[in-house]
């Protein structure tokens, strides 16, 4: 029973050390980087789902869609969850945790995603994303834009303008002389605005007010996250 016992524990400590480094490999976060072009019609549609991870959408005097992504997470979640990214002419459609059919991690299924993205400057963008950060800059198509846990920042649109968030602020910045009709609705935030408007009605949880003479309809949804115009 001694001599077993001896032979056993040198041998359970040669297996113990021998797997750690799988075990750590299956743990540890890695990084990786995908870069890649979608041709898209004037005019037309960016869509973006997204769970975490900085989303920024820029638009430029390109003719395409540029897509660079740094996307975080182990090994395994980078081999089984893609960036996937579709083109339909009209539309860029781009969804950052693309799982594969077979993947049956359930509960291990969220690569962090940080999306840098050109886009032509007259596109619409439609973005859904869960704890994002999401910035729209001098991008003049319509925008809609809906995050549970991140701030929202647009600018540069001369169309209308849709945006949710659950706890996170959204700032607008529009161009002088705009018209806009302004639709806020919140369980506890507030609407601030460093430009006069002219209130149509006003409680404790809806504001509607009109910019100038009214006109683009600007929508915004919050539960506790405040909205900024400038």
């Not at 459609?93 to 940080?114: M, P, Y």
């Not at 649109?157 to 968030?165: L, V």
């Not at 408007?197 to 949804?221: H, L, P």
């Amino acid at each position: 029973m001694t001599i077993s016992t001896r032979l056993a524990v040198p041998a359970l400590l040669g297996a113990l050390l021998f797997s750690l480094p799988a075990a750590a490999q299956a743990t540890q976060t890695e990084t990786e980087r995908v870069d890649r072009t979608a041709a898209i019609h004037p005019g037309g549609q960016l869509r973006l789902k997204n769970f975490s991870g900085h989303v920024t959408v820029t638009g430029t005097n390109r003719a395409d869609v540029a897509i660079h992504a740094v996307r975080r997470a182990t090994r395994d979640r980078l081999n089984h969850i893609k960036l996937d990214v579709q083109e339909t002419g009209d539309s860029v459609i781009i969804e950052a945790n693309k799982k594969d059919s077979d993947w049956s991690e359930r509960n291990d299924n969220v690569v962090e995603t940080d999306l840098n993205i050109e886009v032509p400057s007259d596109v619409m963008v439609d973005v859904d994303a869960f704890s994002s950060d999401v910035i729209v800059k001098d991008v003049r198509g319509t925008l809609r834009v809906k995050t549970f846990s991140g701030s929202v920042d647009l600018s540069g649109s001369d169309k209308a303008i849709h945006a949710e968030t659950f706890s996170g602020n959204i700032d607008v910045r529009i161009s002088q002389g705009t018209a806009a009709s302004i639709d806020f609705d919140s369980f506890s935030g507030e609407l601030r605005t460093d430009v006069p408007m002219t209130f149509r009605s006003s409680n404790r949880r809806r504001v509607r007010a009109d910019i100038g003479a009214g006109g683009i309809d600007y929508y915004f949804k919050t539960f506790s996250g405040d909205v900024r115009i400038q």
